[in-house]
């Protein structure tokens, strides 16, 4: 089983509609967790932290289920400028980032 | 501006010819990494360092080498590189306690 899974997609939504990702992981003893955000071929970056108690920034939600081992992201009213592939980050102890696959969006007309 | 530079972006080699590929920090990071991106396989960590002259492997060093002997860069080095390190390389930095992980644009290795 991987540490880090994530649905693949990808996930063609039109613009404006909700579209939420999930992600699992195996590691009950992982202490912190992220969402980065990849555009094609170019570095990831952070999109935001995810804290136990959940936390929102403008359109985008995280929440963590530490009982479930789960974390998901809520994207509302989705723009064209949102389609990028969105990575599950877990961070098992110090520097030691597991990364998933990624989940990809494409947001449409 | 803080940022990761990485050099070269892009690289074709051949089987066993010696490479180094630069990674350079200037936001004062303590911890570095690098790691390689596959389709499929997303982002794996190689080796990853929490300061000068510490280094730790992660989750596929083989056949990797690096050093920390600045604060600021942190080269990885392909000793005889092969086809399957053929791959998208991302160095990265992160200072202590922060949650952010900055990454640089990536080289693109090509070994035939």
């Known amino acids: 089983r991987k540490e880090v899974e994530q649905d693949p997609g990808p996930f063609n939504v039109p613009e404006g509609a909700t579209v939420a990702f999930n992600c699992t992981y195996s590691?009950?003893?992982?202490?912190?967790f992220f969402w980065y955000r990849q555009d094609c071929r170019k570095e990831p970056k952070l999109l935001m932290s995810?804290?136990?108690s959940g936390n929102e920034d403008g359109r985008f939600t995280a929440q963590l289920n530490r009982a479930s081992q789960y974390i998901s992201l809520l994207i509302r009213d989705s723009k064209l400028s949102d389609s990028a592939t969105y990575l599950c980050?877990?961070?098992?102890?110090?520097?030691?980032?597991?990364f998933g696959t990624g989940t990809q969006l494409k947001v449409e007309l | 501006e803080a940022q990761v530079t990485q050099n070269p972006r892009y690289l074709i080699t051949v089987t066993g010819k010696k490479l180094t590929v630069t990674c350079s920090q200037n936001?004062?990071?303590?911890?570095m990494s690098w790691y390689r991106q596959d389709p499929g396989l997303g982002l794996r960590q190689i080796y990853y360092?929490?300061?000068?002259?510490?280094?730790d492997k992660g989750d596929v060093p083989e056949g990797y080498k690096v050093s920390r002997k600045e604060k600021r860069n942190f080269p990885l080095i392909l000793e005889s590189p092969s086809p399957n390190q053929t791959s998208l390389y991302f160095c990265?930095?992160?200072?202590?306690?922060?949650?952010?992980?900055?990454f640089g644009p990536g080289t693109r290795l090509t070994v035939t």
């Open positions: 990265a930095s992160r200072g202590t306690g922060r949650s952010e992980q900055y």
């Open positions: 360092s929490m300061n000068v002259e510490v280094t």
């Open positions: 590691n009950s003893a992982s202490q912190s």
């Open positions: 936001m004062n990071h303590e911890y």
């Open positions: 980050v877990v961070d098992r102890a110090g520097n030691k980032l597991t």
């Open positions: 995810v804290y136990s």
